[in-house]
């Protein structure tokens, strides 16, 4: 194995190579020209990222950097307006957090994001992760960034054979070892791209890799079965209602409560699924039109939608008429509902 010194520095040279092009990254070349990196879009990207993959974010991060260019922008947006265009990226407690944190920034640090890795873990919806990635990639703190690619790297390279998630201290203090003083921020985003790119969860590409010499997995052939993990319990089934009740065009929906699954989304009401909810919210001729699926982090869900025109006052929910509803602005399980239910409804 080779000092960390000299491992450090070999991937950085890949990475001067080899970065991936990214619309929140600054490249190393302009990094070394003095370009500095918005601690904005750092930081913006980073929570959308979380449980999400490049391809997924990308599209949705030019959406909120047009719509909202800075963190105080972001801070004075309509909550409404901010979930509707996180619709799809899932986890909408980041959504949620992400407000918090926008309007924390600008309420007590100034509008500027705290430099170091301490304070920013004082932020709304700011973990371990998140900021050391921010204190590393904006600030050039030489903090440890763990994501799930480093771990597949740090496995590899040091053969640890413990399981997932037994192995995550080891695992961060592994790459603790590597993080070099000189360019953290470059390093930090070096080895998640060697993660992403090179060290992959199938059929790593070893012999692009900078430290295919000094992988220990590597030279006792079991590159691939690194990390090992933990069998994951089998994740139950759940069932539920969706009423999706119209009148003369407009739609019944409901906001959700702040906490909870899918909190502060709009929806149809539901029938307790997720704890809550209730019975049909009016009166009409309710009529099954089918099943929607879907899957959440601990659960699958089965939802049986069922469509009515409701004329008598309604026990829940608000109007909504067609013109004003925007299907886009609802999460995925309803807009598969609403999917399901359009022809019903037209």
Avoid at 39 to 47: D, K, M, Q, T
Wanted: glycine residues 8%.
């Amino acid at each position: 194995m080779q000092d960390t010194r000299t491992l450090s520095q070999d991937l950085l040279a890949w990475y001067d190579r080899h970065a991936r092009v990214m619309a929140w990254r600054v490249s190393p070349q302009d990094r070394a020209a003095g370009l500095r990196p918005d601690p904005y879009r750092v930081w913006l990207s980073e929570v959308m990222l979380q449980q999400t993959t490049v391809a997924a974010v990308k599209d949705y991060f030019h959406r909120f950097t047009a719509r909202w260019p800075t963190v105080t922008a972001l801070a004075a947006a309509e909550d409404a307006q901010v979930m509707g265009e996180w619709a799809g990226l899932g986890y909408y407690a980041r959504a949620r957090n992400l407000l918090k944190c926008a309007r924390a920034v600008v309420t007590d640090h100034g509008g500027q994001f705290p430099t170091d890795r301490e304070r920013l873990l004082t932020l709304p919806g700011i973990g371990p992760y998140t900021a050391s990635a921010i204190a590393a990639i904006a600030f050039d703190e030489p903090a440890t960034v763990v994501d799930g690619n480093v771990e597949r790297v740090m496995s590899r390279l040091f053969l640890v054979e413990t399981p997932l998630p037994a192995a995550k201290p080891e695992l961060t203090a592994l790459a603790a070892s590597l993080t070099p003083s000189q360019r953290p921020g470059d390093y930090a985003q070096a080895v998640m791209d060697l993660g992403a790119t090179i060290c992959t969860p199938r059929s790593p590409a070893c012999g692009l890799c900078p430290w295919s010499q000094a992988c220990m997995a590597r030279a006792a052939g079991v590159q691939a079965d690194l990390p090992r993990k933990s069998p994951k319990p089998e994740k139950p089934t759940r069932r539920g209602t969706l009423w999706l009740g119209h009148r003369d065009g407009a739609m019944l929906l409901e906001r959700r409560p702040e906490k909870g699954l899918l909190g502060g989304m709009l929806g149809f009401p539901g029938d307790g699924w997720d704890g809550g909810g209730g019975p049909a919210p009016g009166d009409g001729d309710w009529r099954d039109i089918g099943e929607v699926r879907h899957t959440f982090t601990h659960f699958h869900l089965i939802l049986t939608v069922r469509t009515a025109r409701i004329d008598s006052p309604t026990t829940r929910g608000d109007w909504v008429a067609r013109a004003a509803f925007r299907p886009a602005d609802l999460p995925t399980v309803m807009r598969k509902a609403w999917d399901l239910a359009r022809a019903h409804l037209d």
